[in-house]
């Protein structure tokens, strides 16, 4: 499968515990993008990278949430003393920056985390 | 930031009729325009797209126009089938960020 990939694609967690997700995106493509989707809604943006570089965060994105792109490939987003409210999809998506600009984004299946 | 609104959040249409879903940004920026099909545990597809330069583009039985001075995109998809049944979400890309901001999705029905 040459598509985004995710993983773990279910993590159920108790409240106050931290957790790591990872994304491996479409091989060729510089640009990776993480987004959350809560049930009835559009996915939200959370923060993007260009290579190993996170160029944009959203308000979304507290403090508890971290990123991370370290060799420009793979990426994990990390979230410390988890909340309900942060149960969610959470989705990766990956592009190609060319010279015309980065359009479109391929998105991965998700991780669905739950916090008890 | 950008704003999308999506219309409506459910259609019920006939199989073999037309459906057409509407929205509007408020980012006079905005330069690309997506449609992404969701069905039900499943990940976000790209559809269609369209960039600020054109204001229509056509795929087999799937279109979508863009109409700049309105700020106002909209899909249609013509002789509808029951593999349409989904969630559509609209979504635009600001001028200055390369994130895209969503609408909230439209569940489209196709009646038998």
């Known amino acids: 499968d040459t598509g985004v990939s995710q993983d773990p694609r279910h993590k159920i967690t108790k409240r106050g515990q931290n957790v790591t997700f990872r994304c491996d995106p479409i091989?060729?493509?510089?640009?990776l993008y993480w987004y959350r989707q809560t049930l009835g809604q559009g996915p939200e943006f959370l923060t993007y990278?260009?290579?190993?570089?996170?160029?944009?965060k959203s308000r979304l994105l507290s403090d508890r949430f971290s990123a991370e792109r370290p060799k420009g490939s793979f990426s994990t987003l990390e979230i410390q003393r988890t909340e309900q409210g942060d149960s969610a999809m959470y989705l990766c998506?990956?592009?190609?920056?060319?010279?015309?600009?980065?359009?479109?984004?391929?998105f991965g299946p998700g991780t669905r985390l739950t916090v008890t | 930031g950008e704003n999308v609104e999506q219309h409506p959040s459910t259609l019920s249409v006939q199989e073999g009729d037309s459906a057409v879903i509407k929205c509007t940004y408020s980012?006079?920026?905005?330069?690309?325009f997506p449609w992404y099909k969701q069905e039900l545990g499943k990940r976000p597809q790209l559809i269609i797209d369209?960039?600020?330069?054109?204001g229509e583009k056509k795929d087999q039985r799937i279109a979508v126009t863009l109409n700049k001075t309105a700020k106002h995109f909209s899909l249609h998809i013509t002789e509808t089938q029951p593999e349409d049944s989904a969630v559509y979400f609209c979504?635009?890309?600001?001028?200055?960020?390369?994130?895209?901001?969503f609408g909230k999705g439209t569940h489209l029905i196709i009646q038998p």
């Open positions: 998506a990956s592009s190609l920056l060319m010279a015309s600009g980065s359009y479109e984004q391929y």
């Open positions: 091989s060729e493509h510089n640009r």
């Open positions: 990278f260009q290579n190993e570089a996170q160029l944009e």
């Open positions: 980012d006079s920026a905005s330069n690309y």
């Open positions: 369209i960039r600020s330069n054109v």
């Open positions: 979504a635009a890309k600001g001028g200055g960020a390369d994130g895209l901001t």
